[in-house]
């Protein structure tokens, strides 16, 4: 995880800049506005899965982005669940904010009951908004608020 660490470690502006133009022209009109990243990525549930509830995503966009998080966080934080992924992601030697934002939305797509194209950017949202900081201190804070 140590890649993911220099990653981090970096301008965070550029978890969005990796995004496919149309989907980070979106998020940064939505910076623009001021909105935090949370609402940022809730906008962006809510605008994705307008047309899908037909088809089970019957969340709402607040429920969904709680639980992406809750797997993002578990992915990058050591949860036992996803410790092959983080093996294939450790094998790696050229770690790219593109591969660690579409093996993370893959991974939790499963879980969460959406579709990699839409998880994406929530993904890259979520490490945005964690700034420059390490995996350790990011998961030891985490841990901190649940308890």
Known sequence: MEAINVLLNDDPN?????????????VLDL?????????????????ATANTYQ???QKTSAILLNNVKKEVIKFLCGDPEYDQ????????????RNYVIGLIA??????????????????????????????????????????
Request: hydrophobic letters at 45%; a positive charge.
């Open 106 to 147: 893959s991974v939790i797509s499963v879980k969460v009951g959406l579709s990699l194209v839409f998880l994406a950017p929530v993904v890259a949202i979520i490490i945005f908004s964690f700034g420059k900081c390490t995996l350790k201190a990011i998961c030891t804070t985490l841990k901190e608020l649940e308890e």
């Open 85 to 96: 992924e983080r093996k294939e992601l450790a094998k790696n030697r050229e770690v790219t």
């Open 31 to 47: 910076c623009e506005l001021g909105d935090s990243p949370s609402v940022i990525a809730e906008k962006w549930l809510k605008y």
């Open 14 to 26: 550029k978890w969005i800049e990796t995004l496919d133009n149309y989907q980070k022209k979106t």
């Open 55 to 57: 088809f089970g995503a």
